[in-house]
């Protein structure tokens, strides 16, 4: 829709000021007000300086070049210079017509589509994944469904924490307890990586053991490998149940983690050495970043060698992002982690964007979130103080799900209450992390997330089974029904209309700038507009069968759009609950 109104407005534009005056955006926004209209054209503004004219008069002159009476209802110069914009019913009428047969709702493929690198769902090998970890699972997968959507390819990637000295220590540890020999579920693994630590910090003899076996990774002996392949499998294995009850499309073959980086390291340091980036600081391999300074004007280093010869996280992450440009091909690289590394990724892109490994333009982003908090505004924890394993808090998602299910319909069976629990405990879940600005922190609550009332999936979920409910009241002809032409009879019936037809323009913008609240926003305003209708609209009732007709397609049409909105968020809905 925006496009459509922006290419007018340009020719418009065009025709009133010439070549010129036409080449900026002419800003079309959707009305702020309903009072303003359906649409507002804020180009005038911008335009008065460069043609010397009142905002106001330069308005006018594009309205006299608008002459489109089956599109504008009204055009309307307002306030300093805006310009409102009503479409008229017929125009909607149409276009919503051709929504009917399109399973896209009228979102377009992308004409240039990109490779794009998501590097989402950090867990690390061994460790039990915490609600921390929940934020970036959520979100990248999100992002990942709505770049796919539009055409892009999408290569998702782990980058799993399954490299380093930490796991010098815990190998040693289940070789001389024998431990090894034994299968694990990550829920084994992570007591006894804390005992391992332990016995590092107060055993000089087990830690000088643990040092060398560190080593013996590092230089591939084989016993050594064997037991760290084995606890990245096992991890592998206990990642990929968490992602299959959260429904999440990551697959073991997504996963690719630091080791994978680690025989690229050297040669990472020296090429960036050789280009002159990187320099000796006390001993240690660093890079110097202008406008990175700490307290006292003292330059940041973005250390990539150790004084031990050791290599970091940032050095892996070189080496990922050149892989990533040069082996995967990726135009845009999107990293999901929580705001604490904010700085690293900034330092990351700079230093990239400096060693000319982008052939192109190479589009780096990093979307940092905040925390999750408890009701008492402190992170998010158990009542001992603990993190709270992240397949516990799956879990108590879908029992208190149940317990609201079997309270609405005690009569359905066991099976049948599983599966609407899952749908709409995970679903919650999900959504409270979608629709919180995903840089600020949110405060967790299971009775707001778990409510079928307000900006929530359970409330989502629900108007999509109220709307498909009417549909089984009554036999419906839907050959019939669908070679109805829409007619909108009222003021509800347009804004509604307005409504579905904005879907395809939020999407462009949540893929462009990652903002999912937008359409979890979206889909609340569009959910909140049919019930609006469905008040004042009697449907099934209607007595004129074209007006009937009509209301069922616009009913359906939105039916279908928190359907597909719903499924790009990962969240699923259900025919009845
Ligand atoms: N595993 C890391 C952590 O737990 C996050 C990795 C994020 N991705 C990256 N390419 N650095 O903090």
């Not at 469905?534 to 279908?560: F, G, M, V, W």
């Amino acid at each position: 829709m925006k496009a459509l109104l922006n290419s007018l407005f340009k020719t418009a534009i065009q025709a009133a000021f010439g070549e010129a005056a036409a080449d900026g955006d002419p800003s079309i926004q959707l009305a702020a007000r309903p009072e303003y209209g359906d649409y507002q054209a804020n180009f005038a503004l911008k335009l008065a300086k460069k043609l010397q004219m009142k905002p106001v008069d330069i308005a006018k002159a594009v309205i006299t070049k608008l002459d489109y009476p089956t599109i504008f209802k009204s055009l309307e110069p307002s306030g300093p210079g805006f310009i409102n914009i009503s479409l008229t019913n017929e125009f909607l009428a149409q276009h919503l017509q051709a929504l009917i047969h399109d399973d896209r709702l009228g979102v377009a493929q992308h004409k240039h589509p990109e490779t794009v690198v998501v590097d989402y769902a950090n867990a690390n090998v061994a460790k039990e994944m915490h609600v921390g970890h929940i934020r970036s699972i959520v979100i990248g997968d999100a992002i990942v469904r709505i770049l796919s959507f539009l055409g892009h390819h999408v290569i998702r990637q782990s980058h799993l924490g399954d490299w380093g000295t930490q796991f010098g220590m815990l190998i040693e540890y289940l070789i001389e307890t024998g431990e090894y020999k034994q299968t694990h579920t990550v829920s084994d693994l992570d007591p006894l990586y804390k005992k391992s630590k332990e016995c590092f910090d107060t055993d000089p003899v087990f830690a000088d053991k643990a040092r060398a076996r560190v080593v013996a990774l590092q230089s591939g002996d084989e016993e050594t490998l064997a037991i760290w392949r084995q606890l990245v499998a096992e991890s592998l294995q206990y990642f990929q149940k968490i992602y299959d009850k959260l429904d999440i499309l990551l697959t073991e073959e997504d996963a690719r983690g630091e080791s994978f980086y680690n025989s690229m390291l050297a040669d990472i340091v020296e090429e960036l050495q050789q280009k002159g980036l990187a320099e000796t600081s006390e001993d240690a391999i660093v890079i110097f970043l202008e406008g990175f300074v700490g307290p006292n004007n003292n330059p940041i280093p973005f250390i990539i060698r150790k004084k031990d010869g050791g290599y970091l996280y940032a050095t892996t992450d070189l080496a990922a992002a050149k892989f990533r440009m040069h082996q995967l091909g990726a135009t845009r690289l999107i990293y999901l982690t929580d705001a604490r590394q904010k700085q690293h990724f900034a330092m990351l892109f700079a230093t990239v964007n400096k060693t000319g490994w982008a052939a192109n333009e190479v589009r780096m982003e990093h979307i940092p979130f905040g925390a999750i908090l408890g009701k008492d505004n402190k992170p998010f924890k158990t009542r001992s103080g603990e993190s709270i394993k992240l397949i516990s808090l799956l879990e108590e998602a879908e029992n208190r799900a149940m317990a609201i299910a079997y309270e609405k319909n005690p009569h359905l069976t066991q099976e049948q209450l599983t599966e609407i629990a899952h749908d709409i405990g995970i679903g919650a879940l999900k959504y409270a992390d979608l629709r919180a600005d995903k840089i600020k922190d949110y405060i967790f609550d299971w009775d707001k997330l778990l409510s079928f009332e307000g900006n929530t999936s359970p409330y989502l979920q629900n108007a999509y089974v109220r709307i498909r409910a009417i549909f089984r009241k009554e036999p419906i002809q839907w050959d019939e029904v669908s070679n109805t032409s829409i007619i909108l009879t009222s003021e509800i019936e347009h804004i509604l209309a307005v409504k579905i037809l904005e879907f395809p323009d939020v999407i462009y913008t949540v893929a462009d700038s990652l903002a999912l609240h937008s359409l979890c926003d979206y889909l609340y305003e569009l959910a909140a507009t049919f019930h609006r209708f469905y008040e004042h609209c009697p449907i099934l009732s209607q007595k004129d069968k074209q007006i009937r007709n009509s209301r069922l397609l616009l009913a359906d049409l939105t039916a279908r759009t928190l359907k597909l909105g719903l499924d790009l968020l990962g969240i699923k809905t259900l025919e009845q609950m």
